[in-house]
C-alpha cells in the first residue's frame, strides 16, 4: 500500500462529489439505478408467459403479443447470464443459490424454452442436483423450504413456481408439496393480524391472498368445512387484494411480488381479474431495454436523503447545492410524506417509503433518512419542523416493546422483517437526536424515554465479539451472509449522535470500547473493509466504517473527554459508574490512536479502490435477513462522498505518518 496525503483525500472527495451531483435528475431529486436481477427476471417471464396463453381471447391480440415477445427477450437474458456453475444468483455479481436457480429452470419450463435453451437447463439441473442432493421433487422442496425455515413469505412462493412448472410432478400430488396458505384470513380486520400468526411477514399479504387461491384452486383441502371456507372467501379476498394494489399495479414495486401474484392468479383461473391485468401492465412497463427486469422500480426517496445527508456531513451541503436547489429536494421530500392512512399496511400517517411511486409502503429506514435529510435542509423552516414532529410521532408509536425498532409493522415479532433491528432501531436515534431540540416539551419527554429504550435494547442486542448484525444488508462472502461490518458501524452512527447531544442513558450501558474493538479487528490487511473478517473488501463496506470511525473520532475529541484522563461523564472520577453511560467516556486513548491509523488506512484504501473518486464498482447488497440480492449504481458513490467528506470536514489524519510502510 502506498502512503497517502490529504491532498489525495482532497482530490478524491472532490471527484466524487462531482460525481454524485452530476447524478441529481433533471426533476431535481436523485432516482439511482437499481441492478438487473435474474430472480425478477424469472418471474417476470413466468407470469407474462401464462398471461399470455391464459389471457381472454376477447382481450387486445397486440397485448397478448407483447406478453410473448417479452418473455423471450428474458429467457434470452436469463441464457445470457448464467453463471458458469449453471446456476443463478440474484444478481449478475451474485453466487448461486437454490432459490433463484430453481425459479430461472422453472421459467424455462413455463415459457416452453426448455428445447431451445437445453444446454442452459441442463446446467441448471446440474446445479440443483448438487445443491438439492437430487431433483427428486421431495428432495428439492425440502431443500428450498430448508433456506427460509419456518418463514414461508419466499419459500411457498417458490414451491408454487415450481409446481405450474410441472417441476414438482403432475397433477395434485405436485401441489401437496406446496403448503397452503390461509388466504381466507385475509378477510379478517387488519388489527388482527398481528395476533393470527401468519406465516408471512407482513408486507407479504397479495402473496399470502394470491398463492393461497392457486394452491386452493389447484388441490383443496380435504376438510370439507375448511373447503367450504376457502370457496366462500375467494372472491372477498380478492377484493382485499385489489383495494390494496397501487395505482401503478406493482405491489411494492417489486417485480418479484407482482410476478408472483400474476402467476398465480393466472393459475386459478383468474387472468380475466383487474388485479392480473394491472399487475401485468406493471411488468410490461418495469423491463429494461436488455430484456430483464430489476428487483424493485426505483429506491428515489431513500437514495435522495442518502446523497443529502452525505453532502452535509462533509459541511459542504449549502455551498454545492444553491437556494433555488434546495429548496426544490425540500420541497420535494415533503411531498413523499405520507399524510393519510396507508391503504396496505395501515401504517399511520407521517413517514415516508423508499421511493416515490404508488409502491412504496412506509419504513422505518426511510422515515429516519428523510428526517435527517429535512433536517439538514431546512431546520427553521416551519413546513420541515411539522413533517418532523409527524415522521417522529411515528417512530415512537413504531417503537416494539423490547425498545428496538422494526420495519413495517408494530408488534407482528414473527419473521425478521416484523422484529426489531439494530440498523433500524440505530438509525432512528439519530434521527430523533438531531430534532430533539426543536420538538415541543411533551415530544422531548417521549424522546428520551425512547432513546434510552432503544439503548437497552442495543444493549442487549450487541454480541459477545461487540458486534451488530443488521437486517438490511447482506454479505455474500461472510458467513451466515450476515454483514457484522454494516451494523455495528450504524450503531456507532448512533453513538456519534447521542455524543453530540451529550444524551446520559440509565439502561446497562453498551460496551462501546468492544465494539471498535471488533470493527477495527475486521480491518482488512489491505486496508479496506468487507462484510465480516476476512471477506473481500468493498467500497461500501469500506466507507460504513470509515465514516463512523470519522464520526465518532470528531465528537470524541470535540467533547474533550477520555477516560484515561480521569474524567467521567457525569463529572465524577474515572470508575465511577456513570462513567459508563456515555460513550465520550468509554473510548481509552489508546482506543482514538487505533482508530486514527485505521481510518487513514481505510480512506487509503479507498482513494485507491475508485481511482481517486471516480470509478466506482458496486457490490451486492443481500436483505430480507440477506437472503434476497440486489445492487444500487449509486451505493459506492453516495457511500464514498458520506465517508470521505466526514473525514475531510474534521481533522483529517496525518495520511502518510498513519499508513503502514
Known amino acids: 500500500m502506498t502512503s497517502m496525503h490529504s491532498s489525495d483525500l482532497q482530490e478524491a472527495f472532490t471527484a466524487a462529489r462531482r460525481a454524485l451531483l452530476a447524478s441529481r435528475g433533471a426533476h431535481g431529486h436523485w432516482e439511482g439505478a437499481l441492478s438487473a436481477s435474474a430472480l425478477s427476471t424469472a418471474i417476470a417471464v413466468s ?5 399470455s396463453r391464459a389471457a381472454p381471447k376477447h382481450g387486445e391480440a397486440h397485448w397478448r403479443e407483447d406478453c410473448r415477445r417479452l418473455s423471450e427477450d428474458g429467457l434470452a437474458w436469463l441464457a445470457k447470464t448464467q453463471n458458469a456453475d449453471g446456476g443463478w444468483g440474484d444478481t449478475v455479481l451474485s453466487f448461486s443459490n437454490i432459490s433463484t436457480t430453481a425459479i430461472c429452470w422453472a421459467a424455462f419450463a413455463i415459457a416452453a424454452g426448455e ?35 419456518k418463514d414461508r413469505t419466499f419459500s411457498v412462493p417458490i414451491l408454487t413456481t415450481l409446481a405450474i412448472a410441472g417441476r414438482l410432478g403432475e397433477g ?13 384470513l385475509a378477510v379478517c380486520p387488519h388489527r388482527w393480524f398481528q395476533w393470527l400468526r401468519l406465516p408471512v411477514v407482513s408486507y407479504a399479504l397479495p402473496a399470502l391472498i394470491a398463492i393461497g387461491q392457486v394452491r386452493h384452486h389447484r388441490c383443496p383441502t380435504r376438510n370439507p368445512i375448511t373447503r367450504i371456507v376457502r370457496d366462500l372467501a375467494r372472491r372477498r379476498t380478492l377484493r382485499v387484494l385489489r383495494s390494496i394494489q397501487p395505482t401503478s399495479g406493482g405491489f411494492l414495486e417489486a417485480t418479484p411480488l407482482t410476478g408472483f401474484v400474476v402467476l398465480s392468479l393466472v393459475g386459478a383461473g383468474e387472468a380475466d381479474c383487474p388485479v392480473t391485468r394491472d399487475g401485468v401492465r406493471f411488468l410490461v412497463r418495469s423491463v429494461r431495454p436488455d430484456g430483464s427486469w430489476p428487483i424493485d422500480t426505483n429506491l428515489a426517496t431513500w437514495v435522495t436523503t442518502l446523497s443529502v445527508n452525505a453532502l452535509a456531513g462533509a459541511g459542504e451541503l449549502d455551498q454545492h447545492l444553491d437556494e433555488s436547489a434546495r429548496t426544490e429536494i425540500t420541497r420535494w421530500l415533503l411531498g413523499q410524506q405520507y399524510c393519510r392512512e396507508h391503504p396496505y399496511t395501515h401504517a399511520p400517517p407521517g413517514a415516508w417509503a423508499w421511493t416515490d411511486l404508488s409502491g412504496g ?31 417522529i410521532g411515528w417512530l415512537l408509536d413504531l417503537q416494539n416493546r423490547d425498545g428496538g425498532i422494526p420495519t413495517f409493522c408494530r408488534g407482528w415479532g414473527h419473521f425478521p422483517f416484523d422484529r426489531s433491528s439494530a440498523d433500524l432501531t440505530a438509525h432512528a436515534i439519530r434521527a430523533w437526536s438531531i430534532w430533539h431540540a426543536q420538538m415541543p ?9 425512547a432513546v ?13 465479539d461487540g458486534a ?41 450501558p453498551i460496551d462501546w470500547e468492544k465494539a471498535i474493538s471488533r470493527l477495527l479487528n475486521a480491518q482488512n490487511p489491505d486496508g479496506g473493509w468487507g462484510g465480516d473478517f476476512g471477506t473481500p473488501s468493498s467500497v461500501e463496506e469500506t466507507a460504513f466504517a470509515v465514516e463512523a470511525l470519522a464520526s465518532l473520532l ?18 465524577g472520577a474515572a470508575g465511577d459508574p456513570s462513567s459508563h453511560c456515555n460513550p465520550e467516556a468509554c473510548f481509552a486513548e489508546s482506543s482514538v490512536v487505533l482508530m486514527r491509523v485505521a481510518l487513514a488506512r481505510g480512506v487509503d484504501w479507498i482513494v485507491q479502490a475508485t481511482a481517486r473518486g471516480t470509478t466506482f464498482v458496486p457490490a451486492p447488497i443481500g436483505f430480507y435477513f440477506a437472503k434476497l440480492w440486489y445492487y444500487e449504481e449509486l451505493y459506492p458513490l453516495i457511500f464514498t462522498v458520506a465517508a470521505l467528506g466526514k473525514v475531510a470536514a474534521g481533522s483529517p489524519p496525518d495520511l502518510e505518518a498513519s499508513a503502514p510502510r
Open 452 to 464: 434510552d429504550r432503544a439503548i437497552g435494547f442495543l444493549t442487549r442486542q450487541q454480541r459477545e
Open 115 to 149: 428445447q431451445r435453451y437445453r444446454e442452459n437447463v441442463a446446467g441448471a439441473e446440474r446445479w440443483l442436483t448438487a445443491a438439492a442432493g437430487s431433483l427428486e421433487p421431495c428432495r428439492l422442496a425440502t431443500a428450498i423450504a430448508g433456506r427460509y425455515g
Open 441 to 449: 416539551e411533551a415530544l422531548q419527554t417521549r424522546l428520551d424515554v
Open 554 to 571: 470528531g465528537s470524541v475529541e470535540d467533547a474533550g473527554v477520555r477516560r484515561d484522563q480521569g474524567l467521567a461523564a457525569g463529572g
Open 47 to 51: 407470469a407474462l408467459s401464462s398471461y
Open 468 to 508: 451488530w448484525v443488521p437486517l438490511w444488508f447482506g454479505n455474500q462472502f461472510s458467513v451466515g451472509e450476515e454483514n457484522p461490518t454494516y451494523g455495528t458501524s450504524r450503531v456507532l452512527l448512533a453513538a456519534d449522535a447521542m455524543l453530540q447531544r451529550n444524551f446520559r442513558h440509565r439502561t446497562p
Open 361 to 391: 409502503v412506509p419504513d422505518a429506514d426511510d422515515t429516519p433518512g428523510a428526517l435527517l435529510a429535512l433536517h439538514r435542509l431546512g431546520p427553521s423552516n416551519p413546513q420541515c419542523r411539522q413533517a418532523a414532529e409527524a415522521g
Open 172 to 184: 395434485p400430488n405436485a401441489w401437496r408439496r406446496v403448503p397452503q396458505l390461509p388466504f381466507e
